[in-house]
């Protein structure tokens, strides 16, 4: 009989809780364990059994009932979570919170997990045959008639079934049952012969299965990565293994999906924040059982369990969706790693842009790097030119150079991208009489123009005002809204082009969770367009009759405060820009741009992402920014200045001598205030990773007791990624 069990709980306390074990039951690492906390009770995750209790055993509670008879989290991903929990300060109870869908952070039996299927009882079968019901009732009754359907089936041939299923099911005509999951074999689908750049990176992967080594595959869009990535898990699944792929998005999954199905021949598990979460939990469970042998998801997906492991893949990984920015501040590709190395599998990292960190590693060594250069369907990399836009007539912020661009596209019977990193119709609205402009008054800065939805939103808190109609200080009438944004940039190109189809691909357009894919669908064929949109256009989608890229405006990246703006800005480019000319039609892109001498941009012209990049290392390495010092932000806000800072002053004061840090602020935060709210910073860096993380926890903890913490709202952010 263990002395206690000490649990992680799903609250942000640094500490783990210890409980007498429950009245029945052999506790074991790893299962789950409903006890008593305040005045409820919560699920927790047992982390130790026989530990030494940290008080006396008379004062602690006993816990209330066993969830699990196994382990739930197998060892190395309790080993990984904690790991996990301890680099990224997180609470050890959120980072178990993280790792298990929310469906099985509950006090219930686990869900079968098996196929959800749906079939006609007798009294169904006779309600059909009698003719009685009609709409969505009778196409689902006529659906099941040959015989059961599964959930997967069902969705495909009637989106929204649901609702009629349940209603048909509470009347006793339909019932649900569940069966062990099939691998229904779809023929694979035809390879294409793998050039040899695609064959030696399979190679060198391949003779890595069965030990972790991390390899960069660098390649830039259309450059045959994912052929890469589908030759390796078909060698992982012939050797019984799982493969676990993780995409930046959601709305990158749909498509990969559907090709890594046809491919592979088996069921592809599909995990992401967007999963109903019983789905979700199944989908988890699966790849606990083993029997899910290829998973696809996001950045949560990266604590799924592998418990036959063989391959980890992470699509561009470069992507900074790959780092969770509120509560517990993990990276997803820094924990394939991690994993990697926990599970002895090789780590492919993906990107046509790498990181500089990953480049960083590249160079020192510790990944392999793989190269694809050529374009296996495009005849040609796309050109590039710069148009220098100084004193030229805009058009909207068009420059006569890029209208004639688009022009002699679309005049050919192609389609055309008009890219622009901004949503809304215009970034400022301005008084031309007395100067005014929209501000928030919650966050001190200027407010976006939507005009058709007749207000100014505010894009960092979402504040939204009705639009006025005149200056509301001095009256006039003459507001004038100053910049583009996407709705704009639509409006001027519809109107230049009134016979042709002008789509716009941005966030409020695709707010849908599929209408995304309906737009892009739109495009397939072979008709003249105009695409108008942000960074969501930047990736995936294959466009063939996509020939012309025109980038709208790119000037704001090029003097942003952060440190990390112009690796961004150089990925955006080239990410847009390979959206030009993926099928044997050869691409254009055209930039505009109020900067032509600007280094960036003419190193990433003449000579492509990886010269760009090396210089910006080489600038980060001489100001030793990472990935050549290490940072940690301490971030706070709060409603008064003064709480911040005093708060701020505080945990300064807290921090150990030495001459290991650099300790820059105090100070405000680059946006001082965001939704009525005051904040500011504190960043530490050290040149080694160790003298940083020596001295954290003890830090955390002392932050966490002083009276001024209790007037702000506080975070650690370890390798931020950015300093907002
Ligand atoms: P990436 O993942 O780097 O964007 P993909 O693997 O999707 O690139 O390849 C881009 C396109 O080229 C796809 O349509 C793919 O089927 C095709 N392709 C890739 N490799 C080859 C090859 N060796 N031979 C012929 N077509 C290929
Ligand atoms: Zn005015
Ligand atoms: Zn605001």
């Known amino acids: 009989m263990p002395a206690v069990l000490r649990v992680a709980l799903p609250v942000p306390l640094p500490t783990l809780f210890d409980y007498l074990p429950p009245p029945a039951g052999e506790a074991c690492v790893g299962a789950r364990v409903l006890v008593p906390f305040g005045r409820g009770k919560q699920v927790g995750v047992v982390v130790a059994v026989d530990a030494e209790a940290t008080v006396g055993r008379g004062r602690l509670k006993q816990a209330l009932r066993l969830l699990d008879d196994e382990p739930l989290l197998d060892s190395e991903l309790m080993q990984s979570l904690a790991w996990a929990a301890d680099y990224w300060l997180g609470a050890p109870g959120e980072a178990y919170a993280n790792a298990l869908p929310l469906a099985l952070r509950e006090a219930k039996p686990l869900p079968a997990i098996g196929d959800e299927y749906w079939s006609l009882t007798d009294a169904g079968r006779s309600a059909r045959d009698a003719g009685s019901r009609r709409g969505a009732s009778r196409m689902l009754l006529d659906l099941l008639a040959a015989g059961a359907l599964s959930a997967q089936e069902l969705n495909e041939r009637h989106p929204g079934w649901r609702v009629a299923a349940r209603r048909l099911a509470g009347t006793g005509l339909l019932e649900r049952s569940e069966r062990p999951p099939l691998d229904r074999p779809l023929p694979p689908s035809f390879a294409p012969q793998l050039n040899d750049e695609q064959q030696q990176a399979v190679a060198a992967v391949g003779a890595s299965l069965g030990q972790y080594q991390p390899f960069l595959l660098d390649g830039v869009t259309g450059s045959g990565k994912t052929e890469v990535y589908l030759a390796l898990i078909e060698q992982v699944l012939a050797q019984g293994k799982q493969a676990l792929l993780l995409v930046p998005e959601i709305g990158l999954a749909p498509q990969t999906v559907r090709r890594l199905r046809q491919r592979l021949g088996v069921i592809v598990e599909v995990l992401h924040s967007n999963l109903s979460e019983g789905d979700r939990a199944r989908a988890w469970l699966r790849a606990r059982a083993g029997t899910a042998r290829v998973i696809l998801g996001t950045r949560s997906a990266m604590f799924t369990p592998l418990p036959q492991a063989g391959l980890i893949i992470v699509d561009e990984e470069h992507d900074s969706a790959y780092k969770q920015q509120e509560g517990f501040r993990y990276h997803a590709r820094d924990l394939a790693l991690v ?142 809204p100053q910049g583009q944004g996407t709705e704009r940039l639509e409006e001027a190109l519809t109107a230049q082009f009134p016979l042709l189809p002008v789509l716009r691909v941005d966030r409020e357009t695709t707010r849908r969770r599929d209408a995304f894919e309906q737009l892009l669908a739109t495009l397939k064929d072979d008709q003249p367009a105009i695409l108008v949109g942000t960074q969501m256009l930047a990736k995936g989608h294959d466009l063939p009759n996509l020939t012309l890229v025109a980038i709208v405006g790119v000037d704001e990246g090029l003097h942003s405060v952060d440190f990390r703006a112009s690796e961004r800005l150089a990925q955006l480019v080239v990410q847009v820009a390979g959206r030009a000319g993926r099928a044997r039609k050869p691409g254009r892109v055209v930039l505009q741009t109020h900067q032509p001498e600007h280094p960036l941009l003419r190193s990433l012209l003449a000579h492509g992402y990886a010269a760009a990049a090396r210089e910006l290392l080489a600038e980060r390495q001489l100001i030793q920014l990472p990935p050549y010092s290490h940072q940690v932000l301490l971030r706070a806000d709060a409603p008064q200045r003064e709480h911040v800072d005093e708060f701020l002053a505080a945990a300064h004061a807290a921090l150990p001598q030495g001459d290991q840090l650099q300790i820059a602020g105090p100070m405000p935060a680059p946006m001082p205030l965001r939704a009525g709210r005051h904040r500011g910073q504190l960043l530490l860096e050290a040149a080694h990773r160790r003298a940083l993380h020596g001295m954290l926890r003890a830090w955390q903890l002392a932050l966490t007791a002083l009276p001024a913490a209790r007037r702000v709202r506080w975070s650690l952010d370890v390798d931020p990624i950015d300093l907002y």
């Open 339 to 480: 994993r990697g190395r926990a599970l002895d599998v090789p780590v492919v990292l993906g990107s046509g842009t790498p990181s500089l960190e990953s480049l960083a590693n590249a160079e020192a060594g510790r990944y392999r790097t793989l190269h694809l250069r050529a374009r296996p369907g495009a005849t040609r990399p796309p050109q590039v030119q710069i148009i220098d836009m100084r004193a030229q007539r805009l058009e909207h912020g068009m420059s006569p150079a890029l209208l004639a661009a688009v022009a002699d596209t679309v005049g050919r019977g192609e389609q055309a991208l008009v890219f622009r990193n901004r949503r809304g119709y215009a970034p400022v609205l301005l008084c031309h009489a007395c100067g005014w402009h929209a501000d928030c008054p919650r966050c001190d800065r200027p407010l976006t123009l939507h005009a058709g939805r007749r207000q100014l939103i505010c894009h960092h808190c979402d504040y939204r005002q009705r639009l006025p109609l005149v200056c509301p200080t001095c009256g006039a009438g003459d507001l004038k």
